[in-house]
């Protein structure tokens, strides 16, 4: 298993972080992001939940403001395209597009491509499609559909991030608190069989797929 130091990754100047719901990024990626950000003070993140509404879309602000407050600069973007209907709505594609001509990230963080959620696919379809020059890592979300694959990249979280990741997703989705699968449990499952597969020596790691890398 070939390792390279996340400081590299912390290293770069921008972050994308698009999430297809409220929740998304938290439950896939925030170990990292909370990494990053300790790694690099000067980050720019700009973090995108592209369908929530209501007490969603409040949810989803409030998290990022937790994750996101020790950022040089954050730029929180909640939209509310239709749930489920994602593979179907051209005004995606055009919204995608127009973030393409905006933002010129060096890192970004999408759902696994192969996920069984159709948003999901979408979500990462799209991004490879508009920064095809990035580094684009895939989060991948724990549920019911049981589509758990083999990811491919490693990021080795210590325990206190663990628990700040964590602590975030209950306390800041009271509206998803009565779902069978949101549960700490869960989350710190995730991260320990990830920390297994990597050696992490905190035991807990988040991991990621990553459809094409070049080392110089």
């Known amino acids: ?3 390279v130091a996340t400081e590299t990754l912390g ?3 921008r972050l994308l972080c698009v999430g297809a719901h409220s929740d998304d990024l938290e439950i896939g990626c925030a170990g990292t992001v909370l990494k990053l950000v300790a790694i690099n003070s000067q980050l ?3 973090w995108v939940v592209l369908s ?3 007490q969603r879309a409040a949810e989803a602000r409030e998290s990022a403001s937790r994750l996101l407050g020790d950022v040089a600069e954050a730029r929180v973007v909640v939209e509310n395209f239709r749930e489920r209907y994602f593979p179907y709505d051209a005004a995606l ?3 995608f597009d127009e973030l ?3 933002l010129a990230p060096d890192l970004v963080l999408t759902p696994w491509r192969g996920d069984a959620h159709q948003d999901h696919r979408v979500v990462a379809e799209l991004a490879g499609n508009t920064f095809r020059d990035q580094l684009i ?4 979300i724990p549920k019911y559909d049981g589509d758990l ?3 491919n990249v490693y990021v080795q979280l210590d325990e206190q991030t663990c628990r700040q990741k964590v602590a975030n997703i209950l306390d800041s989705f009271p509206s998803q608190k009565e779902r069978h699968w949101f549960s700490d449990d869960t989350f710190w499952a995730m991260l320990r069989l990830r920390g297994i597969e990597s050696q992490a020596p905190s035991g807990y790691a988040e991991a990621f797929h990553c459809h094409k890398l070049v080392l110089l």
Do not use: I, N
Request: glycine share 20%.
């Open 1 to 3: 298993m070939l390792s």
């Open 11 to 13: 290293g770069t100047g």
């Open 44 to 46: 720019t993140v700009d």
């Open 52 to 54: 929530a509404s209501g």
């Open 93 to 95: 594609k055009e919204f």
């Open 100 to 102: 393409g001509r905006d």
């Open 137 to 140: 890592l895939q989060y991948e």
């Open 149 to 151: 694959g083999r990811p």
